[in-house]
């Protein structure tokens, strides 16, 4: 689609049937991540070879309301970000109704010890051909009727970002996350927020409720998460993820690392930890990543590069380091940056040498260490 270039419907049709992951890992995603609405009027106009076109709905508060179905984001960062923040918006607009979160199941686990949310399991198909998932869309709207009920939308990738309602337009809420803002710099924690407001009348804060894990009792300690999900572009080189842990080490005793899905993830961490010259004193979480929240909501200090990790601890109150690299905008960096009631410190790797960026982490976790407690 360069220079104006437009591919027809039978190349864009044939793309996302016959090679769906490069189709949504190559163009889909780069689009919708622009945060550009030129761009996200191109991502629109592709899926419209699937998806007939129909006027945007625009829900209307009913006067009663017993059954809130919130969607999930199907990544666990943004449901940690977004999501949770309507599911505490609608928890608090409207107090006797159920609250429903529609996904997989490791997203419920992230709200899993909050009685007032309920779990309908929905697990998107991350794979497949782009029919099969807007049919997922199609059968699950049908799970969906109930008497005197809403549907919130935060930009799901189950409704192709709100291209599929899943219920009539006078019920159905969707929260354009990719242009709202326009070409402003606003946080997606404000941008959400001001959405709520306007169309709720109610603000939501950001918050996790995994089961609690139980950990042993050794003081002040700090979590670590060094995954990527997969992409490599988000990692620091050189020795910044062994500095990083022996950094840190410095001031507490224990550090937990989640060692993430396993393979080459893991065996990078267990590289860097071995490097740090304090592997005695690092703890290694092998489970689940509502686990991990956990750990993360208990611990003193979090340090991450950008993944869910940064957003579970901005949520929890748990100062934090967090590093991006390979942000595909600035824009898109500050749409996600955390934002929570602890400081958060955020560093642009694009701009600095891992020895640079290991010292300005440093330099201004020591300030926050300093600061007299509220």
């Not at 070409?183 to 997606?188: F, G, P, Y």
């Not at 979590?223 to 990527?228: E, F, K, M, P």
Request: aromatic share 8%.
């Amino acid at each position: 689609m360069r220079g104006g270039e437009r591919l027809s419907s039978e190349t864009v049709r044939a793309l996302g049937e016959e090679c769906p992951a490069e189709f949504f890992r190559i163009v889909i995603e780069a689009l919708s991540d622009s945060f550009d609405p030129a761009q996200v009027e191109i991502y629109e106009r592709l899926m419209r070879v699937w998806i007939p076109e129909t006027k945007r709905p625009r829900g209307i508060v009913p006067e009663r309301v017993d059954t809130v179905y919130v969607l999930s984001r199907v990544t666990l960062g943004s449901d940690i970000k977004i999501t949770s923040m309507i599911l505490d918006a609608m928890k608090r607009r409207f107090p006797e109704a159920r609250v429903v979160l529609v996904g997989g199941r490791k997203s419920a686990a992230l709200f899993a010890a909050d009685r007032r949310i309920e779990h309908l399991e929905a697990q998107y198909p991350l794979s497949g051909p782009v029919s099969a998932r807007i049919e997922f869309a199609h059968e699950l709207r049908r799970q969906l009727e109930a008497p005197n009920r809403i549907v919130v939308d935060p930009d799901s990738r189950i409704t192709q970002l709100g291209l599929l309602p899943l219920c009539e337009s006078e019920n159905y809420f969707h929260f354009p996350s990719r242009t709202a803002g326009g070409a402003s710099s606003a946080n997606l924690t404000d941008l959400t927020n001001d959405w709520l407001n306007e169309t709720f009348g109610v603000s939501g804060a950001a918050f996790v409720a995994p089961a609690h894990v139980s950990i042993e009792d050794e003081g002040p300690f700090a979590s670590i998460s060094l995954g990527v999900g997969g992409n490599d572009s988000k990692l620091v080189g050189g020795d910044f993820e062994a500095d990083l842990i022996r950094g840190l080490g410095e001031d507490y005793q224990t550090i937990w690392i989640d060692r993430g899905a396993g393979g080459e993830e893991a065996l990078r961490v267990s590289k860097a930890v071995t490097a740090s010259g304090i592997a005695e004193r690092v703890r290694f979480w092998e489970g689940s990543f509502a686990g991990f929240v956990s750990i993360i909501a208990h611990s003193d200090f979090y340090a991450g590069y950008d993944s869910a990790g940064q957003h579970a601890a901005a949520a929890a109150g748990v100062p934090l380091i967090s590093i991006f690299a390979g942000a595909v905008s600035k824009r898109f960096q500050d749409r996600w940056e955390p934002k929570g009631p602890a400081p958060a410190i955020v560093i642009d790797a694009n701009l600095h040498s891992p020895l640079t960026i290991m010292a300005m982490g440093l330099h201004e976790y020591r300030k926050i260490k300093s600061r007299p407690a509220p």
